[in-house]
């Protein structure tokens, strides 16, 4: 959970969508397969307790963009997998 919230707050500290692609891709390369749903749960969701106020600020074309950069799917097979 430590090495997570740290990329979550070196994610957030960057408005460069190529830096959070960048810094997500090499989080989950270190990662188990057994580690991947539930770190990209975080990653897509709000991790920080709801009054908190704080966000990820990581979005759609984020997470689309490792997953591309991950796995080298085609944009197509996420549309048809996430529909």
Not at 17 to 26: D, G, P, Q, W
Request: hydrophobic share 45%; proline share 5%.
């Amino acid at each position: 959970m430590r090495r997570w919230s740290e990329l979550a707050e070196r994610v957030a500290a960057t408005t460069r969508t190529s830096e959070k692609t960048r810094l997500i891709a090499a989080h989950l390369r270190t990662l188990e397969p057994d580690e991947l749903v539930p770190t990209a749960h975080f990653l897509a969701g709000r991790p920080f307790a709801q009054g908190d106020g704080k966000a990820t600020g990581i979005g759609w074309a984020t997470i689309a963009g490792v997953i591309h950069e991950v796995s080298g799917a085609p944009a197509e097979a996420l549309r048809a997998a996430y529909d």
